[in-house]
């Protein structure tokens, strides 16, 4: 489940291509060198250089530093515990439908998502129910 604050920045963001290194400090609220060493501590985050040498990060590495700057700031990860995490998010492996193997991985990693039954579950589940009846 995304964190609240992150989908707060993430609906922060503006809707353009690029952005400069000043303006990602500003919506991050970090120092522009910071960003300029986690360059070099995190593979993920590379901003493309404009011909004149300024780098532009893509929205992708917008949401990347503050994802980074979450796990630093507010988790309290070290740079090599961050970039552990990252990496690990970045090797999930897509659900595989096609097989029966695949199913079954997909089955097994559902049943651990819902493990935690709640009522609410069970009250979203008869509703669509009920929808669907309507529909059909």
Known sequence: MTDPAVVDHLEEIPDKLYF??????????????????????????????SGTGHRLYR?????LVLEIKRLLYE??????????????????EPAK?????????VKRVQADLFSEASPLFDDIRKELKDLLKLLS
């Open 20 to 49: 400069r290194i000043g303006e990602v400090s500003k919506l991050a609220g970090i120092k522009p060198y910071v960003l300029r060493f986690w360059e070099t501590e995190f593979p993920g985050l590379g901003p493309k250089k």
């Open 59 to 63: 929205r992708k590495d917008v949401e």
């Open 75 to 92: 988790k309290r990860y070290t740079i090599e515990g961050a970039r552990k995490a990252l990496e690990g998010r970045g090797k999930a």
């Open 97 to 105: 439908v096609a097989t029966d193997s695949g199913a079954k991985k």
